[in-house]
């Protein structure tokens, strides 16, 4: 149905006169006719009776108009869904319960008005091509993961770099330290069993694990976090890996620890991607905000695949000392507070 010619028709019996709707359309009266006149040969009902006085609405001309007029918001709407500034602003988390959902829930406080729509979409290969074809306006990830390079017209800078946590049952080896460097971990077995191959998460636990000498067991279906907290608790040789902002609750009597990694802290590095030509506004806004509260990765004392340095549009500063799985430089940064 022909939106100008709806639009023309409600013209008309506000105005109650061919004549009048022209005007108000700033079309001529010719215009007016022929349009109604289409309008009504699509429906097959004669919409309007005309006299000397002006153009009233038959029966079916009167049934119509509640319709019309809905019609008519609908093809608004419509429009306005997809102008800029008016749609909501599509990005990816990865998944709503890690610290990326809560960047974005920070971004929201800043800018109450600003609608998001927040989706999570699986893998690294998947999100870069939602950028890259316009599906979402925007994704955080690790990048580059080994084989990858972001798609022609995207762009990336880094926005976090989350410290990591050895997360034990009460009754590990290190439950009771305040800290631990990651070669400590040299010979444990750490329990991933979310870690699928092809994922940028995989590639960079694999390369952190080939560092330090540990071995990341992915075996065993993965149920979800609560599932993983009980057999940690119950475990004396189990561990696994949480981000330092990763919020997690469990049962009291679990007694479950995090002990932060420290000299060198490993740091998973996230950053947000997007297509520079993208004209949404609220990209722009989520764009500043993030890289305004981004201090930026520390010179000393921090570990991240040597992958997650490059092609990105900002980069981060430089290591002193690159290693062949990573890069690290020895610390004199006291670590994340």
Known sequence: M????????????????FQEAAVDLSVTPQAVSKRVAALEKELGVQLFTRDARGAKPTIDGQAFLPHARAFLRAAERAVASV?????????????????????????????????LDVVTLFDSATALAAVRDGVIDATFRAVTMPGQRLPPGVEATPVLDEPLHLFTGPDHEFADAPAIRPAQL??????????????????YYDELAATFGFTVDPVGPDFGIEPLLDTIANSTTLGTFVSEQTPLVWPAGHDLRRIPLRDPTPVYPHALIWRPDNPHPALTALREH?????????????W????????????????????????????RWPGPS
């Open 2 to 17: 022909d939106v100008t010619a709806v639009r023309t028709y409600i013209a008309v019996v506000e105005a109650e006169q």
């Open 83 to 115: 102008q800029p500034g008016h749609r909501a602003l599509r990005v990816d988390v990865i998944g709503r319960r890690l610290s990326l959902a809560g960047l974005l829930r920070g971004f929201h406080r800043a800018h109450p008005d600003t609608e």
């Open 186 to 203: 040299a010979g444990h077995r750490i329990w991933m069993p979310g870690n699928l191959p092809g994922t940028e998460w995989a590639a």
């Open 290 to 302: 993030l890289t305004a509260a981004y201090p930026g990765r520390p010179d000393t004392g921090t």
């Open 304 to 331: 991240t695949p040597a992958w997650t340095e490059s092609r990105t549009s900002t980069s981060p500063s430089p290591p002193s000392r690159a290693a062949d799985c990573g890069r690290w430089s020895r610390p």
